[in-house]
T-cell receptor
Framework: SQTIHQWPATLVQPVGSPLSLECTVEGTSNPNLYWYRQAAGRGLQLLFYSVGIGQISSEVPQNLSASRPQDRQFILSSKKLLLSDSGFYLC??????????FGPGTRLLVL | AQSVTQPDIHITVSEGASLELRCNYSYGATPYLFWYVQSPGQGLQLLLK??????LVQGIKGFEAEFKRSQSSFNLRKPSVHWSDAAEYFCAVGSSNDYKLSFGAGTTVTVRA
């Protein structure tokens, strides 16, 4: 079964600073990869998904971007963080017609 | 487009009592349905899923859910709640031709002694 790693677990960043969150997956090949954001007390918002290396689909316009440099690596980035970027970021993997499995998440606080 | 509604934002239940969480979905064809649980500060853990077949699905931790096509529902149940079941529960819907899942807003369950 697949294992999803996310780091860092917690991050405190000033407004205007850059961001890089990493997600790596073990135990599967050619997975679909997803980035979700969960604001405090809110549900999950899909930010990006990828069906292959270099293939990124954006769901919500924002100042975040995603990249998939390797089959099992998915990176969430920003050049300049906003206060509204604070939240809990979850990486997930899955295949079409199958279950999505989630990583442990990264809590981001932008001050 | 598919969507999910979880009508109950917060439910409080006594330990040992039964629990039912409601989930209604909107989708034109046969959906794939999921229930996930999230403990504070953690990722989401899959409780159970329905793709096809028997409409009563058994999951982990003693949970079950029933798919009712006529009511567009996939309610989650547990006969006897434990204090460790206090968490947030998310219902999600997917399809055979889409990479994405649509999640409900979640239901927070509080268990009182």
């Amino acid at each position: 079964s697949q294992t999803i790693h996310q780091w860092p677990a917690t991050l405190v960043q000033p407004v205007g600073s850059p961001l890089s969150l990493e997600c790596t997956v073990e135990g599967t090949s050619n997975p679909n990869l997803y980035w979700y954001r969960q604001a405090a007390g809110r549900g999950l918002q899909l930010l990006f998904y990828s069906v292959g290396i270099g293939q990124i689909s954006s769901e919500v316009p924002q100042n975040l971007s995603a990249s998939r440099p390797q089959d099992r690596q998915f990176i969430l980035s920003s050049k300049k963080l906003l206060l509204s970027d604070s939240g809990f970021y979850l990486c997930a993997c899955g295949q079409i017609q199958e279950t999505q499995y989630f990583g442990p998440g990264t809590r981001l606080l932008v001050l | 487009a598919q969507s999910v509604t979880q009508p109950d934002i917060h439910i409080t239940v006594s330990e040992g009592a039964s629990l039912e969480l409601r989930c209604n979905y909107s989708y034109g064809a046969t959906p794939y349905l999921f229930w996930y649980v999230q403990s504070p500060g953690q990722g989401l853990q899959l409780l159970l899923k329905y793709f096809s077949g028997d409409t009563l699905v058994q999951g982990i931790k003693g949970f079950e859910a029933e798919f009712k096509r006529s009511q567009s529902s996939f309610n989650l149940r547990k006969p006897s709640v434990h204090w460790s079941d206090a968490a947030e529960y998310f219902c999600a819907v997917g399809s055979s031709n889409d990479y994405k899942l649509s999640f409900g807003a979640g239901t927070t369950v509080t268990v009182r002694a």
